[in-house]
């Protein structure tokens, strides 16, 4: 059966207490009266493994045999809290119905089997019961969701010890699963660029920097009620670099003598890195960093302390306002920020900073879409009070002359307006296909999409929708009969799949409306494309193999999303279950994965950091490519390079995919859906 992941609070991203569940169950509303309870039951041994291994109240199985109904507790002393099921372990005969009842204490619980083949619904508190009969002999292994890095499990033996039961085989890799793989990768691939690789231009680079770091981080802390940050002697980044070897080149320390990861010992080779920044490697890097900032504060007050999640609100704030004004501001060698051209908001395409040298002087769509979609959602957090923004104090203001520490002509809303100003400018709709192709029209839609929810006026919001619709227009000139997208990148699936999510993107302005459009697109795409077989789409009807980069998987994974998140479109979610489990596990598109996302029964995974190559093992990021071979059935990493831009990217796509217990990230990603912070 699919084993749920052990969460391990205390490392970077590992998630403890997150209330949340969704999926549906056996009825949570109560039966009868239960007729038995532990409190005259005998104690049994039986073998679980390592099921029980952080279980404080566990002390071996309860026989409660003999007995037509017999009661658990939910939210018992228990895990150093009120996180425990009372008792754990119990056995009962076949047919017997087991009543969870909740006592109140310890907050929000659910029951879910670890197997998934039953679940009380989403975590609720106060006065609550569930109940399920068991007639399959075997162990039934279950947890609950938000409490289960804490030891909150249970199992019931129904009969036979040995039977089928649940917990113990393979079974089928379900949505709930692939989505809460998508959550690590996502926050392994952000957490390692950010902080750990040293990929990148660093923070603090010179001493007016460190003095700001001097000053604010203290200040975080404070904030934070915290005393260290969650990483030791991390390797901080402004601006990521456009590519990198994940190789580690030394003996990695992922838990010191302090519980935590020790980044001096994660540094990539920096003789192996790009030295090289683009508007793709800040704006998606930075976007990456807003949305986790936002996922951080939705569970301030069910994170653990030692997870620090209003630290890392401040911080991956502080590194994107510190970002904006490198590359957008007062970065670059020429007085003006160093990914901008002259005085105006138009992106050159590459710059190396060591030597102030600007690499590539053209002005691309993608790199233009990436940074929108950026500085949208960062406007989003300015805007709305979020508080890692708010927190210690703004960097850029929020709108120009508000209180800051720095002190720029213009703010958030000024910038995000000339970004998308300057980008409707520079590029007309039907000049987006003709210098790369139709995937960046989709892009641009998508981009354009979440711009209009931020836009600082009537007239820049009416200019958006006029774009929108322009840009539609070139999708349904370059759209055969069957819902096929032409002039596309040679991945044809990846072109369905963002051309798909950027028409339903866009099509949340009012005045802009192509739903329809999506659907042919997007259903071509799984009809036409899918290969089951493979677990993977096609690169194109009748092609024996299919390479699949980080941003190819980006653009299905958000086509996907969309499908299921707006369209609603049956087999959406089990078409991704699959694709992920055969193109990021089975494929490799995942290099490895960190223990928090560790599972005792997929033997498609990907393995731990230490195991995955090389004389000290490889970073838990993305590949560059991988290929399926029809001919073998078998897979194959095509390029192990780390390409920060497309790999950011595909990490945005799959968090708002993705699900930490059943809790999806708000809104989904649908544009206008994540603005305001949660209330408090």
């Known amino acids: 059966m699919y084993d749920r992941r052990t969460v391990l609070a205390g490392t970077f991203g590992a998630v403890a207490a997150l209330a949340g569940c969704q999926g549906s169950g056996d009825s949570g509303t109560p039966s009868g009266t239960p007729t038995g309870t532990a409190t005259t039951a005998q104690m049994m041994n039986i073998d679980y493994g390592e099921w029980f291994a952080d279980t404080d109240n566990f002390d071996g199985t309860v026989d409660m045999r003999g007995q037509s109904s017999v009661t658990v507790s939910v939210g018992a002393a228990g895990n ?59 162990i039934h292994l279950y947890f609950c969701d938000p409490h289960d890095s804490l030891g909150m499990r249970g199992a019931v033996v129904a009969g036979d010890p040995s039977g089928g039961g649940g917990g113990g085989g393979e079974a089928d890799y379900g949505f709930e699963a692939a989505t809460f793989d998508a959550y690590w ?20 680079l010179n001493e007016q920097m460190e003095q700001l770091q001097s000053n604010r981080m203290p200040a975080m802390l404070e904030n934070s009620e915290v005393d260290q940050p969650p990483i030791a002697n991390p390797n901080l980044s402004l601006a990521s670099f456009t590519e990198g070897d994940p190789a580690f080149t030394q003996q990695p320390v992922l838990e010191d003598d302090s519980g935590r990861p020790d980044a001096s010992t994660l540094a990539w080779d920096k003789s192996q890195s790009s030295g090289i920044v683009s508007p793709s490697s800040v704006g998606w890097t930075h976007l990456k960093g807003v949305t986790w900032a936002k996922n951080f504060q939705a569970h301030f007050d069910l994170l653990p302390e030692e997870m620090a999640p209003k630290f890392r609100a401040q911080l991956l704030s502080t590194l994107a306002q510190v970002g904006i004004n490198a590359a957008i501001l007062v970065g670059g060698s020429r007085e003006n920020g160093a990914l901008t051209a002259g005085d105006s908001f138009e992106f050159l395409s590459e710059y190396r900073p060591s030597a102030g040298e600007i ?53 958030i809303q000024g910038i995000a307006d000339g970004v998308a100003s300057a980008t409707m400018d520079l590029f007309e709709p039907r000049a987006v296909a003709q210098q790369e192709s139709t995937r960046s029209v989709g892009l641009m839609l998508a981009a354009t999409g979440y711009y209009g929810p931020q836009a600082g006026s009537d007239e820049q919001l009416s200019a958006a ?62 009809d036409e494309l899918w290969a089951p077989d493979a677990g993977t789409f096609s690169t194109g009807v009748g092609d024996d193999t299919y390479a699949i980069t980080a941003r190819d998987a980006g653009d299905i994974t958000g086509g996907l999303n969309a499908a299921d998140a707006v369209l609603d479109m049956s087999g959406a979610q089990e078409t991704f279950a699959q694709f992920f489990n055969g193109t990021f596990n089975r494929g490799r598109l995942q290099r490895a994965q960190r223990q928090p996302s560790v599972s005792d029964s997929n033997p498609d995974e990907p393995p731990l950091p230490p195991e995955a190559g090389g004389e000290f093992g490889q970073a838990a990021v993305y590949n560059g490519e991988v290929e399926y071979d029809t001919q073998s059935g078998e897979w194959s990493v095509t390029d192990d390079r780390f390409y920060t831009g497309e790999a950011l990217y595909l990490a945005n796509q799959d968090i708002w995919v993705g699900n930490w217990g059943g809790d999806f990230y708000q809104g989904r990603g649908v544009p206008g859906q994540s603005d305001e912070p949660p209330e408090a």
């Open 80 to 138: 150093s809290g009120d996180f425990a099921f009372d008792p754990p372990a119990i056995r009962v005969d076949p047919g017997t119905t087991v009543v969870w009842e909740w006592t109140g204490n310890g907050g929000e619980h659910n029951v879910v089997a670890d197997d998934d083949s039953f679940r009380s619904g989403d975590p609720v508190s106060g006065d609550n019961t569930y109940q399920r009969t068991f007639d399959t002999e075997g």
């Open 185 to 204: 990768y996502s926050l392994y691939n952000m957490s390692t660029n950010i902080a750990m690789s040293g990929n990148g231009v660093p923070f603090p």
């Open 359 to 411: 690499v590539d002087d053209t002005h691309r769509p993608h790199h233009h879409a990436a940074m929108l979609w950026f500085l949208s959602d960062m406007n989003s957090l300015a805007q709305n009070g979020w508080f890692g923004y708010e927190n210690p104090r703004p960097l850029i203001p929020a709108n120009a002359g508000e209180d800051a520490v720095f002190d720029p002509p213009v703010g």
């Open 465 to 526: 929708v006029d774009y929108a619709n322009g840009l539609a227009g070139v999708i349904e000139d370059n759209l055969d009969g069957n819902g096929k997208v032409t002039n596309g990148a040679q991945n044809q699936a990846a072109t369905q799949g963002i051309v798909g999510q950027g028409l339903l993107w866009a099509s949340q302005l009012d005045g802009v409306d192509y739903t329809s459009t999506a659907e042919d697109v997007l259903g071509y795409m799984t």
